[in-house]
């Protein structure tokens, strides 16, 4: 099962939705089940160094099956995951990156969100992710 | 000037319809003024390689401001530009990419096509960009 | 649909069977329909730069669902998809790669050999993508 | 000396053997003597992410002849390898990463496991490099 073009939009649009409503500016991406990119939206005024993020987040969720955020507190130092990173040609494991489930709970994409705060992102990579 | 995502938007999704109009599935990406990503889409099925070579061809529109078939006449054997594909971490230089100019002509981004053949993706290009 | 690990391993050992059969020592890559590795094996005095060849050759070919000598013929000085190999981190143009299809005709992966003649490699590759 | 791959088969189906017994799906990969993939498979279903993970394990195994586990304790911040995992195209430094040895008690490869805990991936590895 993949996420369709047009879930991805959709999935997109919450997000900036909830960008919107908590006053950030955000870098969307969400890939498919094959950790490839189907849909990415850069907001007017989105740092620019958090494309890449947004994406990475992205991959990384689904190379995991699991928000990233996760993975990042198993690669600090003195933890099972140190320096995972530097696998797949750079992961990010801080906030922003979540799974997309269909309605029968299979893992279908995810997507990696990146502009604010870590939390920030997680709360929009969440919001959009449960808009399908 | 820069493109907005409202913008690049409008021309992803002129681009996507007449992708369908000419039954095709494309890669559809959009470069601000910066040749970094703004908006992409990819279709249901399309090439799944097709995905980096659309990036790729909205760069090189914007990295030279011209549309990509006229810099791989020059980078044939024997041209000025020849293998200037080895820079900027890739270039595509056949036909796809296409700059994308406001009312005033001044170049905001560049769009890149790729999914079908070069004519199609020049075809697909041409459109997204005109419609702004 | 993907290809399983299971019917991988049995397109290598049909690959690794034909290329004893014809004397050739070969890389024999098999990717899923995502582009990504599933299965792999090296033959004891293959060529070592043919590695990365092979699994390259199995990604172009799932990339463009194509036999990646048809994208060879298109790359060619003066041909439409000239220097299409500077695309996705490396792609091989020449014969070896070709799409893996279920009984239904869907493709669900692609196998990549290389360690002889691109003759010999297209026949080997043949042989292990029928095999399923 | 070198592992044949009739030897990495035989150390990839007993680490498969061992994954089903523990009920977890793994990525494995076999390296030669020169660290150079020699033969990989990736059970049905395993993280996606864990792909290259495997075979950087592998790799990081035999560039420094010993488990990934022990170069990950000396990499860690104020210990003397600290970011070594920057070198080699990246390195995976946490445990799954074990050297395979000949009956002469010589390093022939390495094999590297990922796809689940990190104290699972090692005893997977453990049991792959063993069983020759």
């Known amino acids: 099962m993949n996420i369709t073009l047009e879930q991805a939009e959709?999935?997109?649009?919450?997000?900036?939705?909830?960008?919107?409503?908590?006053?950030?500016?955000m870098n969307i991406a969400v890939v498919d089940a094959?950790?490839?990119l189907v849909a990415f939206g850069r907001m007017d005024g989105a740092w620019l160094g958090s494309l890449d993020i947004s994406i990475k987040k992205a991959?990384?969720?689904?190379f995991f099956d699991m928000n990233t955020g996760v993975i990042g507190e198993l690669s600090q130092p003195g933890q099972p995951l140190?320096?995972?990173e530097h696998s797949n040609n750079g992961l990010i494991t801080f906030p922003g990156g979540?799974?997309?489930?269909?309605?029968?709970?299979?893992?279908?994409?995810?997507?990696?969100?990146?502009?604010?705060?870590?939390e920030n992102d997680h709360i929009v990579a969440e919001f959009g992710a449960s808009s399908i």
């Open 98 to 118: 979540v799974p997309i489930k269909n309605a029968s709970g299979e893992i279908i994409g995810a997507i990696g969100v990146s502009g604010s705060s870590v």
């Open 10 to 25: 959709k999935v997109i649009l919450a997000a900036k939705q909830k960008s919107v409503a908590i006053d950030t500016k």
């Open 59 to 62: 991959k990384t969720a689904r």
């Open 82 to 84: 140190f320096n995972i």
């Open 34 to 36: 094959g950790a490839n």
